[in-house]
C-alpha cells in the first residue's frame, strides 16, 4: 500500500509538478470567463461571511478563545495540511482570512481560480470551526458531523489502497428523489464512501436510503460542511502518505493519486458552488454535473456537464477508476461497505465455530486431475435445518489448481477467506485455520442466504482477485459434524507441516521482515510484523507466507521492511520496524519490541489465537485460547481479554499471540522465554504435544517442565495455582521480578 511507504520516499519519486496535470485544459486565449467570474464572486462572499463569523466570535469569546474540531489531532485539517500552521486560538485565523481574502484578484485565469477555489475551502473551515465553539456539536444523527480520527484510520486505509474504490461527494438538488436514490445506491453497490452535502442530504433522508459509518455514506445539513470531506481526504495524506503538513503540492497529489475523488453536482448551480467545485479541481478532484454547461463554462476532464443516467460510469472514466467486478450470484450485497460489520446475539440466525462448535478452513493446491473448477457442494444440514439462533460444525475446503500456483501461496489464500466473507452484508467471520468463527444474520437469511453461498462468494472472490495465479476453484462446504471432526484432523498436519517449513530459518538469517494489515478493518491501529520466529497473531500467516503475499501482490497487505538500525537485540526493537508501525498504525505507536511483554509490545487486533498476560502473584505468565471458555487466573475469560486488548492498542503485560510462536526462540525473549509460562489450558497444551517438550529440553527446562504448568485442572485462579507452582518448584518462582 502507498501508504506503508516509509516518509519521504514518495515524494522522491513524484517528478512532474502537480500543476502539470491541468496544463492544457484551458485555452488561456479563450477561457471559460462565465464560470471564472462565478468562482471569483462566490469565493468573495465565502471569505466576507467567513470574516464577518470571525469578528462575531472574538468579540464574544476574545482573540484567545479555543477552537478546534473533536476528536482529531490535525487542528484544522484543510488549514493545516495545506500550511502547516497549526491553529488553536480564534486570533490565530484573522491573519489566514486576511492572507485569503488578499488571494481573491480579478484575475480569470484556470490558475487563480484554483487559488480562488482554496480561499473558498479556508473560509468554509473556518466557518464550520467556529460552530464547535463551547466544545458542542453542531449536529445530531441523523445528521453527520466532523468525522473524526477515528473514521480517517478505519477508512482512509481503505481508500488509499483502493479497496474503497473511490470517494463521491454528491451537491445541489436532484429532479426527482429516484434520480438520487438511483445514484446513491449505484455508488453504494460498487463500495464508495459517500458525502451528501445540503439539499441533496435532506434528499436522502426523504428517499430512506441507507446512510450513516454502516454504508460509509455520510449526510451534512449545511452546505458549508462539504469542506469535511476536503478535511477526510487530506488527512489520509498527512496520516497514510507520511507528507509533512504544510508540504501543500505533496499532500494534494497524494490524495489526487490514491483517494480518487471526484464531485457530482445535481441540479442548479450558483456561484458559491462553483467556487467550491474549484476547490476540489485544486485537490485534484474532477467535478461532473447534470446541468448543461455552455462552451463558456466547461473544463475538460475537470468540469464537465452530462445530462445522460450513467453519470456515475461517467465521473468513473473520467477520475480513472476501473472495478474488477465478478457478478456473484449470493442473495445479498457485497462490498467493502459492509467489512467490519459486526452481528450480534439478536440479530444472530447462525453462527459456525467460535468454541460452540468446531470449524476450520483450509486452501490446498491439488492438480489438474483432482478438481471440477467451478463446483460447490455442502456436506451435512443447511440453514433451514437448524433453530434461529443455533449453531453447526463447518469446514471450508478450498481446492484450487493454478499453473502459476505454488504451496507456499495456499496460507496466503487461505487467510483472504477472512476479508471475503466479510464482504458481504450480514456476514461476519473472525480468526481463521480451526480457530475461525462466523455468523450469518437474521436479515441475510431472510433474502435466502445459505451456506452454499459462502461457495459462491469464495468462488468468485477467488478467481477474480488472484486471477494471475488461480484457474480453477472447488469448494467443499462441511457441516457434518462427524466427517468436520474427519477433517479438521487433516488440517492440524497441514498447518503443522506450514509451520514445520520455517525450522531452521531465524530472524537473525534474515535481511527483512513484513509487515501485515490484512485485520486493519477490524483493528484500524494494528500492525503486524512478521518475521521467521514471530508469525503473525492469526497463527496463519508466517513470514515465507508473507513474502509469497508480497510476490503474489506488490502492493497488498503484506510489505517487506528492511531490517535496519538495531536499537535494543534482547528486546527486538529496530529503527526501520519502528518508523514501518508508526506509519501503519496511523502513527498512533511510536515504538514497537518484538521479544518483549512488557516493554512497548506490538499491538493486538482481533484474529489472535491465543492471548497471554502476566499473573503477578507467580512471577509468570498465562496464556489462554480462544478455544478455552473458563476463567484464567487473570481473572477474566478469554472474551474479556481480547475487549480490552483488541483494536490495534499497545498493552504491556498482555499481548495477542499465534499458538505458534508459543514454540519459537524468540517468545518473550526479554522475559525469559517459555520459562515464565505458569498456566495453560489443557487443549493448547496437548496442540503444542511434543514440539513443546523439545522446546523445552532445548532450554534446558527438562522435559518435565510441561507438569509444572498449572491447568485449569489445578486452578482457574492466581491464588489456586500458586501451591502448585511452589510444589513442583516452578522456575518462574525464582527468576527475576516481572514488576
Known amino acids: 500500500m502507498t501508504g506503508s511507504v516509509p516518509r519521504g520516499v514518495l515524494a522522491r519519486e513524484w517528478k512532474e509538478s502537480f500543476e502539470e496535470i491541468y496544463s492544457g485544459a484551458v485555452n488561456e486565449l479563450s477561457p471559460p470567463l462565465k464560470l471564472f467570474k462565478k468562482v471569483y464572486c462566490g469565493a468573495l462572499t465565502a471569505v466576507s461571511y467567513a470574516k464577518k463569523m470571525l469578528n462575531r466570535s472574538i468579540c464574544r469569546y476574545g482573540a484567545d478563545y ?14 493545516f495540511a495545506l500550511s502547516g500552521e497549526k491553529i488553536t486560538k480564534l486570533g490565530e485565523l484573522v491573519p489566514i482570512l486576511n492572507r485569503m481574502r488578499d488571494q481573491i484578484k480579478e484575475d480569470f485565469s484556470f490558475y487563480q481560480a484554483r487559488l480562488h477555489g482554496e480561499a473558498t475551502a479556508y473560509a468554509a473551515e473556518i466557518i464550520e470551526s467556529l460552530r464547535y465553539l463551547n466544545g458542542t456539536k ?17 477508512y482512509g486505509i481503505l481508500l488509499v489502497d483502493w479497496t474503497i474504490p473511490g470517494f463521491a461527494v454528491i451537491m445541489g438538488r436532484a429532479k426527482t428523489l ?4 438511483k445514484i446513491v445506491q449505484d455508488l453504494q453497490d460498487k463500495g464508495f464512501m459517500i458525502f451528501l452535502s445540503n439539499e441533496i442530504a435532506e434528499q436522502a433522508m426523504e428517499a430512506n436510503l441507507k446512510l450513516g459509518a454502516d454504508f460509509i455514506t455520510f449526510p451534512f445539513r449545511r452546505f458549508t460542511q462539504v469542506i469535511h470531506a476536503m478535511d477526510f481526504c487530506l488527512r489520509t495524506g498527512l496520516a497514510f502518505g507520511g507528507i509533512e503538513p504544510g508540504n501543500r503540492q505533496d499532500v494534494r497529489d497524494y490524495v489526487r493519486r490514491r483517494v480518487r475523488a471526484f464531485v457530482l453536482h445535481l441540479g442548479k448551480i450558483d456561484d458559491i458552488q462553483s467556487a467550491a467545485h474549484l476547490a476540489a479541481i ?8 447534470d446541468q448543461e454547461l455552455l462552451g463558456g463554462e466547461q473544463i475538460p476532464n475537470w468540469y464537465l456537464s452530462h445530462l445522460g443516467d450513467d453519470l456515475v460510469t461517467v465521473a468513473m472514466e473520467v477520475r480513472g477508476i476501473k472495478l474488477k467486478i465478478v457478478d456473484i450470484p449470493v442473495p445479498i450485497n457485497v462490498s467493502s461497505v459492509f467489512e467490519g460489520e459486526i452481528i450480534r446475539k439478536s440479530d444472530l440466525r447462525i453462527e459456525f465455530g467460535g468454541g460452540r462448535t468446531t470449524a476450520f478452513e483450509l486452501v490446498k493446491m ?13 456436506i451435512g444440514p443447511e440453514i433451514d435445518e437448524v433453530e434461529e439462533g443455533g449453531c453447526l460444525p463447518l469446514g471450508i475446503i478450498v481446492k484450487i489448481f493454478g499453473h ?9 489464500l487461505e487467510r483472504r477467506i477472512h476479508n471475503f466473507i466479510n464482504l458481504g452484508e450480514g456476514l461476519w467471520h473472525t480468526a481463521q485455520r480451526d480457530n475461525c468463527w462466523l455468523r450469518i444474520s437474521n436479515k441475510a437469511a ?5 451456506i452454499y453461498h459462502y461457495g459462491e462468494l469464495l468462488l468468485a472472490k477467488f478467481k477474480n482477485d488472484f486471477s494471475s495465479i488461480v484457474d480453477r476453484v472447488e469448494i467443499e462446504l462441511i457441516t457434518d459434524s462427524k466427517l468436520v471432526e474427519e477433517k479438521v ?3 492440524w498436519e497441514v498447518y503443522i507441516a506450514r509451520d514445520e517449513r520455517l525450522r531452521g530459518l531465524t530472524d537473525e538469517l534474515v535481511e527483512e521482515f513484513y509487515f501485515c494489515l490484512v485485520c486493519q478493518s477490524i483493528a484500524p491501529n494494528h500492525c503486524c510484523v512478521i518475521t521467521p520466529e514471530r508469525p503473525g497473531l492469526c497463527g496463519a500467516v508466517s513470514w515465507l507466507d508473507a513474502k509469497a503475499s508480497f510476490e503474489i501482490d506488490p502492493i497488498g497487505p503484506c510489505r517487506p521492511i528492511k531490517k535496519e538500525g538495531l536499537i535494543d537485540e534482547e528486546k527486538g526493537i529496530w529503527e526501520s520496524v519502528n518508523e514501518y508501525v508508526y506509519l501503519n498504525s496511523n502513527r498512533s505507536i511510536k515504538e514497537c519490541s518484538l521479544y518483549s511483554l512488557l516493554a512497548r509490545p506490538m499491538t493486538s487486533c482481533g484474529c489472535f489465537e491465543a492471548i497471554m498476560g502476566i499473573v503477578p502473584e507467580t512471577n509468570g505468565v498465562m496464556i489462554s485460547t480462544r478455544k478455552y471458555g473458563g476463567m484464567t487466573p487473570c481473572g477474566m475469560t478469554f472474551s474479556t481479554l481480547a475487549e480490552i486488548i483488541g483494536g490495534g492498542v499497545q498493552t504491556p503485560g498482555f499481548m495477542g499471540l499465534a499458538r505458534s510462536y508459543i514454540l519459537s526462540r524468540k517468545f518473550i525473549r526479554a522475559e525469559g522465554g517459555i520459562a515464565r509460562i505458569v498456566w495453560m489450558p489443557k487443549e493448547l497444551k496437548e496442540y503444542l504435544g511434543e514440539r513443546f517438550c523439545q522446546r523445552c529440553e532445548e532450554e534446558g527446562l527438562g522435559t518435565d517442565f510441561v507438569e509444572k504448568i498449572a491447568d485449569e485442572t489445578v486452578g482457574e485462579t492466581a491464588e489456586e495455582i500458586l501451591a502448585y507452582l511452589e510444589k513442583k518448584k516452578h522456575p518462574a518462582l525464582t527468576m527475576d521480578p516481572l514488576l
Open 66 to 79: 479555543f477552537v478546534g474540531y473533536p476528536d482529531t489531532e490535525f487542528y484544522l485539517p484543510a488549514i
Open 446 to 450: 431472510s433474502k435466502g442466504f445459505q
Open 282 to 289: 485544486f485537490l485534484g478532484s474532477p467535478v461532473i454535473t
Open 366 to 378: 491439488v492438480s489438474g486431475k483432482e478438481i471440477e473448477d467451478g463446483k460447490i457442494e455442502v
Open 138 to 154: 453542531s449536529y445530531a444523527a441523523p445528521w453527520s458531523s466532523f468525522l473524526g480520527d477515528s473514521f480517517v484510520r478505519r
Open 178 to 181: 429516484e434520480v438520487l436514490k
Open 404 to 412: 502459476k500456483m505454488q504451496e507456499i501461496f495456499e496460507g496466503v
Open 489 to 491: 484432523k487433516e488440517a
